[in-house]
């Protein structure tokens, strides 16, 4: 059973950074498109960026030339850079697989809240 565990979130004004985790137990990422998610309150859960097992990134329109999606040396780690964070990126910010119907369990995510 593969469980996944965010952290990185944090309150931060606009135009900074943050550098989220999503490290798995159980299972190596290697073998799977990953992706980061975002949920707020008054959203449906959107994708921000993917990540594909030969190393291709996508992104999503809003946060496209502002956020990196990366690969742990460890095989275990996705991360998210968030830089010029904006308001509209305050939400619950997830990582699970990206392609397919395959999910692992959704972790607890990590709250971003971007205010000033």
């Known amino acids: 059973q593969v469980q996944l565990v965010e952290s990185g979130g944090g309150l931060v004004q606009p135009g900074g950074s943050l550098r989220l985790s999503c490290t798995a137990s159980?299972?190596?990422?290697?073998?799977?498109?990953m992706g980061w998610y975002r949920q707020s309150p008054e959203k449906v859960r959107e994708t921000v960026a993917t990540?594909?097992?030969?190393?291709?990134?996508n992104y999503a329109g809003s946060v496209q030339g502002r956020f990196a999606i990366s690969r742990g040396n460890d095989k275990y780690t996705i991360y998210l850079q968030m830089n010029n964070l904006k308001p509209e990126d305050t939400a619950v910010y997830y990582c699970?697989?990206?392609?397919?119907?395959?999910?692992?369990?959704w972790g607890q995510g990590t709250q971003v809240t971007v205010s000033s």
């Open positions: 159980g299972r190596t990422l290697t073998s799977y498109t």
């Open positions: 699970n697989v990206a392609a397919g119907s395959l999910r692992f369990n």
């Open positions: 990540i594909e097992t030969n190393g291709d990134t």
